[in-house]
């Protein structure tokens, strides 16, 4: 290269910088039409697939692995890596598994990597939230070749599928792997759509595309996944052309994006649940005293308590003063449309004065001290939530705090049962009722898979029973009915306090095009340039 010129293209290139720099335009960005550049609000906490049902863990991982079944924008069941399955008897199910699968390290996949992925979901030690609640009806996998299993559950187990469609799948030699191999970047081998290049900062991740991928290959070559907690800091790189792509439009944001002429939004109602966990079984319970600051006989172990909890939360006004009309308020565990939700568990009425009657009767009238605790920068608006809500329950003479705190902190405490009163979501992966009833409410029972995020201790027989006979029913209307009598048995015990179900956005260049999916997912793999013309 010409001595000169070297010089020259480096000052060529930082005028450019400037002139990018002052039109609103990050250098660090600028177009590249193989590159999708996308910001997401959800805090990724670990690469490992297997570690924590976190959504956007699992947003990640749908990137780079596969999974026997998948589920599409509307959350029903497609093919993956399963060719086919049939069912053999009223235990049995065989899965014909595709032949021309390879691993981004050039390895085969066979029955062989679906066994040993199984075995290590149940391996995984000190989780937050596993996903051995979905192994819990498997009794056993067997090989009958190379590209065909069995898998035997205990008892008839219509949900087979779709809790097969939350397991990913790995390549047998690496199941040995650790949660902190896989979260140095090492063993990420998937046979996905996107190949795993780095993490830094644990807010920066590179994919590249899988050239081999047994699928429909996706449109872009490299993927640049930005994690930006801040809402407002996330929509700005969106209309300064800094991302091409976020999820979790806040809305208070709307009106200034849709007078950006270059940016485009899609919206879709979520699967997902915002609530309050509640410390329903401990004596004394760690966030709660009196007036000062001693502890006192747990009051969340009264239903007179939970109830008057609930009643003085004013759910409409969280919806159109907090979250602008993006949210509907609930006292189901999934929204209409999923099976299990309960038209008879009508939303509660803000109704303070009967909340005072019932703390009252329950001995509070004077109230007591209590910490709510949740995420910041979670969920949509989740930090103006908690605040909103401690002012109702202020109303009723309460003490309240707020603490929130990054995601990652709030999973390994609340694991820990370290909360009185949280704030968490949970997206109804499977399609159904049972998947909330199974990780929230359920009697915890690791040898069983359940209650892998039931924080408050719930514990109902009535509730489970109702749940183990819905998840052994084949007869699809009398499952729905026992989901559904489930649901019931534990939001009018007011088991936790249902606040809404989102409702989902995302912002993109307006010459992009994605379907929005009832999961929330981000998926590279399915955004597309917007063709013109035939």
Request: aromatic share 6%; proline share 6%; glycine share 6%.
């Amino acid at each position: 290269m010409n001595s000169l010129f070297f010089p020259m293209y480096r000052l060529f290139r930082w005028a450019c910088a400037v002139l990018l720099l002052l039109i609103g335009i990050s250098p660090c960005f600028a177009a590249d039409k193989n590159t999708l550049r996308i910001g997401i609000a959800g805090q990724i906490t670990s690469l490992d697939p297997h570690y924590v049902d976190l959504a956007p863990n699992n947003m990640l991982a749908e990137h780079i692995f596969d999974k026997l079944v998948r589920r599409n924008e509307n959350s029903s069941l497609q093919l993956s890596l399963a060719e086919s399955w049939r069912i053999i008897d009223p235990t049995t199910w065989e899965f014909i598994l595709r032949k021309n699968v390879r691993f981004h390290d050039g390895s085969r996949f066979s029955a062989e990597d679906v066994v040993a992925s199984l075995e290590r979901v149940q391996q995984i030690k000190d989780s937050p939230g596993p996903f051995s609640t979905y192994l819990r009806a498997i009794q056993s996998v067997q090989i009958m070749d190379q590209h065909r299993l069995r898998i035997k559950t205990h008892s008839p187990y219509p949900l087979l599928l779709n809790d097969l469609s939350t397991l990913i799948i790995l390549p047998k030699r690496l199941t040995h792997s650790t949660t902190q191999e896989l979260d140095s970047g090492k063993n990420i081998i998937g046979s996905g759509p996107y190949k795993f290049v780095s993490w830094r900062n644990r807010d920066h991740i590179e994919l590249v595309r899988n050239e081999q991928y047994w699928g429909d290959k996706p449109h872009w070559q490299r993927i640049i996944i930005r994690v930006i907690s801040d809402n407002e800091l996330r929509v700005q790189a969106m209309i300064r052309t800094e991302v091409d792509v976020i999820d979790s439009v806040p809305p208070q944001s709307l009106a200034r994006i849709a007078e950006h002429r270059d940016a485009k939004t899609v919206s879709k109602a979520s699967g997902r649940l915002i609530f309050l966990h509640l410390d329903t079984q401990r004596e004394i319970t760690p966030f709660i005293n009196d007036g000062d600051g001693r502890p006192i006989p747990n009051p969340l172990r009264d239903a007179r308590v939970r109830r008057a909890l609930s009643l003085a939360v004013d759910r409409h006004q969280l919806q159109n003063e907090i979250l602008n009309g993006l949210a509907a308020p609930t006292r189901n565990l999934v929204p209409p449309g999923l099976l299990g939700h309960s038209p008879d568990l009508v939303p509660d009425s803000f109704n303070p004065n009967a909340a005072k009657r019932l703390l009252a009767e329950a001995g509070h009238a004077d109230g007591f001290s209590i910490v709510l605790h949740g995420p910041n920068n979670r969920y949509l608006n989740d930090v103006q939530v908690l605040r909103a809500v401690a002012q109702m329950w202020q109303q009723l003479g309460l003490n309240v705090r707020v603490e929130v705190m990054p995601m990652r902190d709030l999973l390994a405490r609340g694991a820990k049962r370290e909360f009185s009163v949280n704030l968490l979501g949970w997206n109804a992966v499977t399609g159904d009722a049972s998947s909330p009833l199974r990780a929230l409410l359920m009697t915890k029972d690791i040898q069983q898979g359940s209650g892998s995020f039931n924080w408050g201790g719930y514990h109902n027989p009535q509730m489970d029973a109702l749940v183990d006979q819905a998840l052994s029913t084949i007869d699809l209307k009398r499952r729905i009915s026992l989901l559904q009598q489930a649901s019931k048995v534990a939001m009018l015990d007011d088991a936790l306090i249902p606040l809404y179900h989102p409702v989902t956005v995302w912002a993109m260049h307006r010459d992009l095009h994605y379907t929005p999916r009832s999961d929330e997912y981000t998926l590279a793999q399915l955004i597309k340039p917007v063709r013109n013309g035939p």
